[in-house]
């Protein structure tokens, strides 16, 4: 079975920095995918950015930014330029390549918290 | 964009009430929804996934007869807890990809229901 993890509890950061989010995952397959989430305090969940894990080139998506290291199992989130919108429960995420794509699950890790003072 | 509306957003009500919640696919087709449970500052947990005309699949640990979970049309799903009491207080949220989509795209999520059992 797949496992995410995502060890850091809480983190904080000086708004306009950076913050590197990580998580690590354990898997057997070598095609799958690789998401973070966000989460408000609204708890809407929001897709911040995925990661197909055939591609080398690691996915950015504006201010966001992800370091895949597929060999060590290790997907870190970069986020730049801090905002205060940018508080909010992290989650990554793996999901399973499946053949009918409509069923593939996700796996989430436990979370991070992230604060961004002003 | 895809929008999956979930419903009602807060529920409180005393022990022993059934609950339903709505999971409704806006603007797509949805043969597979996914339904959660989240504890404060806690992850998503899977509980399970619903099918289009079949039943329902529960994941390890999940009561069938206490999440009732009838997916009757492509765009509508129902997680009805029966008898509930005040530990099934919680979070819940639901999810749905397009029919015919591919395992790298996102899940679609509800804004959740807040439920409170007195």
């Known amino acids: 079975a797949q496992t995410v993890t995502q060890s850091q509890p809480e983190m904080s950061v000086q708004e306009a920095e950076t913050v590197t989010l990580s998580c690590t995952y354990d898997?057997?397959?070598?095609?799958?995918?690789l998401f973070w989430y966000k989460q408000p305090p609204s708890r809407q969940m929001i897709l911040v950015i995925r990661?197909?894990?055939?591609?080398?080139q690691n996915a950015t998506e504006n201010r966001f930014s992800v370091n895949f290291q597929k060999a060590a199992k290790s997907f870190s989130l970069k986020i730049s330029d801090s905002q205060l919108g940018d508080a909010a429960m992290y989650f990554c995420?793996?999901?399973?390549?499946?053949?009918?794509?409509?069923?593939?699950?996700?796996?989430f890790g436990k979370g991070i918290t992230l604060s961004v003072r002003p | 964009g895809a929008v999956v509306s979930q419903h009602p957003s807060r529920v409180i009500c005393k022990s022993g009430t059934s609950v339903k919640i709505e999971c409704r696919s806006l603007?797509?087709?949805?043969?597979?929804m996914f339904w959660y449970r989240q504890f404060p500052k806690q992850s998503l947990m899977l509980m399970a996934t619903?099918?289009?005309?079949?039943?329902?699949?529960?994941e390890q640990g999940v009561e069938k007869d206490k999440f009732l979970i009838n997916h009757a049309s492509l765009t509508l799903s129902t997680l009805t807890v029966t008898s509930a009491h005040p530990e099934d207080s919680s979070f819940y949220i639901c999810?749905?990809?397009?029919?015919?989509?591919?395992?790298?795209?996102?899940?679609?999520f509800g804004d959740g229901t807040r439920l409170s059992i007195l």
């Open positions: 999810s749905a990809k397009d029919r015919g989509s591919f395992s790298n795209q996102p899940q679609h």
């Open positions: 898997t057997s397959e070598s095609d799958y995918y």
């Open positions: 990661q197909e894990a055939y591609k080398q």
């Open positions: 995420a793996y999901s399973p390549l499946e053949e009918d794509g409509a069923n593939s699950k996700l796996t």
């Open positions: 603007d797509f087709q949805a043969t597979t």
């Open positions: 619903s099918n289009e005309g079949s039943k329902a699949t529960y």
